[in-house]
């Protein structure tokens, strides 16, 4: 190896490193947080949660002046405020949330209500068979069928980690799907409409899959 | 008072090519920085403008980088690549801590070449595919976003060694008007990159 190739050598393997590690780099992102302290990882995330917005300005919405409505297949509209969600059997669970992009947030505490009991409240009728919820962010909006949202694990979650939901999270309320991609979860949720068919949500006009689930949709 | 002798040390080429990348990096930092860490997507939250702007910038980049490279000094910036690959016997002694005559750039220069010049190739080519992957699913790949994140934090530690040496430190400090005016002191170049200055002047006059 002459004087010139070391120079090379290490710049093109360097160059090599970096294009292998877009197939194989996540798993780094592990190493690397666990080597950095809890106090520096608060503000400068090695890995965990990144906050994605799609519309002009992010939600910020007081809770005493939050208002769920729930309309379509229902005996008559209905709004929920959030202290109506409080008081509906509190559900809680441990789930890991992957995002789409590569990232994942292992073992959140969510708190919230199921979709089954909003239903029952809200008076849905015996032919609901799709559910839609609708962001704050315009124009956000993401489908699940019946079946998919009475997931044992899927719920309209109000607090995160022991604390009420942060306003980057989708606060007061957003939704919790731990077996599809993060896009699915949709954030601060003020409008169910309950009819027969899925639509195709924000990301999915975007060419992403409606049926998200981890591991067996978009490629991945 | 006569002004101290002068050598030339970085061409106009040089300097815009530097000068180039470094406002693009910057603007690209503070807008990535936006759209990375949560308190900050949070408190600008217009996440499409910032995103959009880091794209934009990102494509600047890159065009204004090929056109330097096209209609500039071809031949002085493929010897400086020649001379930044090249880590002789000299540069070798000098990272072991020891005394050795360096080139036109010392040994930690041409590092920091060779790593901001694979740096910038390895952003550009991940955040292709962030860009491309969110479009089209097939190029969605598990680690893209990790080798943009991790080349995020590896250049912020390069480039605040680099401003300390730049701007700090005692011996290197003087290297700066070499990338604004493009001449440094002959004296301090003798000194330092004395392999280079006798190349180019012959040996100190007795």
């Known amino acids: 190896m002459n004087d010139r190739t070391i120079g090379r050598a290490g710049f093109l393997g360097l160059l090599g490193a970096g294009a292998l590690g ?19 990882s608060a503000i400068i995330p090695t890995s965990g949660w990144r906050i994605y917005t799609v519309g002009a300005s992010m939600p910020n919405i007081a809770p005493a002046a939050y ?17 109506d969600l409080k008081a509906m059997p509190r559900a809680e669970q441990i789930s890991s949330f992957h995002c789409v992009t590569g990232w994942v947030v292992s073992n959140v505490h969510w708190a919230g209500v199921r979709i089954a009991d909003v239903l029952h409240a809200a008076g849905a009728k015996s032919n609901v068979s799709a559910l839609r919820f609708v962001s704050a962010e315009v124009p956000y909006d993401d489908s699940l069928t019946l079946k998919q949202a009475l997931l044992p694990d899927v719920m309209l979650a109000y607090e ?29 949720v003020n409008h169910i409409e309950l009819g027969t068919a899925t639509q195709p949500g924000y990301w999915e006009q975007h060419g992403y899959d409606v049926d998200a689930w981890l591991g067996r949709s978009n490629g991945l | ?41 949070t408190a600008i939250s217009r996440r ?17 980088i090929v056109l330097i490279i096209a209609a500039g000094n071809r031949k002085r910036l493929a010897a400086d690549w020649r001379e930044i690959e090249t880590i002789d016997r000299d540069d070798r002694r000098w990272l072991r801590g020891r005394r050795a005559p360096q080139g036109r750039f010392n040994a930690g220069q041409k590092i920091n070449a060779l790593l901001t010049v694979a740096f910038a190739l390895l952003f550009a080519l991940s955040g292709f595919f962030l860009w491309l992957g969110e479009r089209d699913h097939r190029f969605i790949f598990d680690g893209t976003g990790t080798v943009h994140d991790i080349l995020t ?27 604004t005016t493009g001449e440094v002191d002959e004296a301090w170049a003798r000194k330092h990159h004395a392999k280079w200055v006798e190349a180019e002047d012959g040996p100190p006059a007795r």
């Open chain 2, 153 to 179: 934090f590896l250049s912020v530690g390069l480039l605040v060694g680099h401003l300390y040496l730049a701007v700090i430190h005692p011996s290197t400090r003087y290297a700066l008007r070499g990338m």
């Open chain 1, 22 to 40: 877009l197939f194989f780099a996540r798993d780094a992102t592990g190493l690397l947080n666990s080597a950095v302290p809890k106090s520096v």
């Open chain 1, 67 to 83: 208002r769920l409505r729930v309309d379509g297949l229902v005996d008559s509209p209905k709004s929920f405020t959030l202290a």
């Open chain 1, 160 to 188: 995160m980690d022991g604390k009420p939901l942060r306003r980057e999270h989708g606060a007061p309320v957003r939704l919790v799907i731990p077996d599809m991609y993060g896009y699915k979860s949709v954030k601060w």
């Open chain 2, 48 to 64: 499409q403008l910032v995103k959009n702007v880091h794209i934009w910038v990102a494509v600047a980049w890159a065009i204004a």
């Open chain 2, 1 to 41: 008072m006569a002004s101290r002798p002068r050598i030339e040390r970085f061409t106009r080429t040089e300097r815009l090519l530097h000068w180039t990348h470094a406002t693009a990096f910057l603007t690209l930092l503070a807008t990535g920085l936006i759209l990375y860490l949560p308190a900050l997507s």
